[in-house]
């Protein structure tokens, strides 16, 4: 699906929207042709499967929408 450059932007923006509405801070963020790589701050009361599962639904809730 990214291989495309306006669906890679539209995938970064989309993640790193739904990570600042959750407090996800983005020390590195990589849009790959075929998936993601990124290496994020939570917050301390957050696991790492809760911002997995964030980041995942709330991306794929904003493409669909868009």
Request: proline share 5%; hydrophobic share 45%.
């Amino acid at each position: 699906m990214m291989r495309k450059e306006k669906y890679a932007l539209a995938v970064k923006q989309a993640i790193v929207d739904v990570g600042t509405r959750h407090g996800i801070h983005f020390v590195e963020l990589a849009v790959m042709p075929d998936h993601v790589h990124a290496a994020v701050s939570c917050p301390p009361t957050m696991s790492q499967s809760k911002a997995l599962n964030l980041l995942k639904g709330g991306t794929a809730y904003k493409l669909f929408l868009e």
